[in-house]
């Protein structure tokens, strides 16, 4: 079975600010889903803010599998309307996977129910992620640990639902 998978980018960064146009000069979404594209058992394709309906018309929705959503600097811009047709669509099972700053997204404030911050820093500190669950499918290869040089660092309160 092939996972139906959209990536959803902003695609801001990629316009305004010429080193990201330069490391991503089809935008971050292209990169994202090609990247996913070399899993034979996933076909993605991709979406973005300045399309109509912002790529994610219900017919477009109807057929996904997994949305991937990338947002960082305009989030106020996503139509009310496509993120009720997301949020529904979540719940009748579709998955969605929120990437970066997606926490203070529309769409995954209206998922949690809550404000969604946290606290951050840019201190270019390394950053130690801990896989907690290594027999799930999604740790496949990851060891107990890696680790992410020179980055931003998050902490909590994390402002989202107790699991």
């Known amino acids: 079975?092939?996972?139906?998978?959209?990536?959803?980018?902003?695609?801001?960064?990629?316009?305004?600010?010429?080193v990201v146009r330069g490391i991503y000069p089809e935008g971050m979404h292209t990169t994202i889903a090609n990247a996913l594209n070399t899993d034979p058992s996933i076909s993605a394709t991709t979406a973005t803010l300045q399309e109509p309906e912002h790529g994610l018309s219900e017919a477009?929705?109807?057929?996904?599998d997994v949305l991937t959503w990338w947002g960082h600097k305009d989030h106020g811009a996503v139509s009310d309307v496509v993120v009720e047709r997301v949020a529904k669509r979540v719940w009748e099972?579709?998955?969605?996977?929120?990437?970066?700053?997606?926490?203070?997204?529309?769409?995954?404030?209206r998922l949690m129910g809550t404000p969604c911050a946290l606290k951050w820093r840019e201190a270019g500190e390394r950053e130690r992620l801990w896989t907690i669950n290594q027999r799930h499918p999604i740790a496949a290869g990851i060891g107990?640990?890696?680790?992410?040089?020179?980055?931003?660092?998050?902490g909590e309160q994390f402002s989202v639902p107790e699991p």
């Not at 139906?4 to 902003?10: C, D, S």
């Not at 996977?97 to 997606?102: A, F, K, M, Q, T």
Request: glycine share 8%; charged share 25%.
């Open 60 to 64: 477009r929705l109807a057929e996904t």
């Open 144 to 154: 107990e640990h890696f680790e992410l040089e020179n980055e931003e660092m998050y």
């Open 93 to 109: 099972g579709m998955g969605l996977l929120v990437l970066h700053s997606g926490h203070f997204s529309k769409i995954f404030k």
């Open 1 to 18: 079975m092939t996972i139906r998978t959209v990536v959803w980018g902003e695609n801001i960064h990629e316009n305004t600010n010429a």
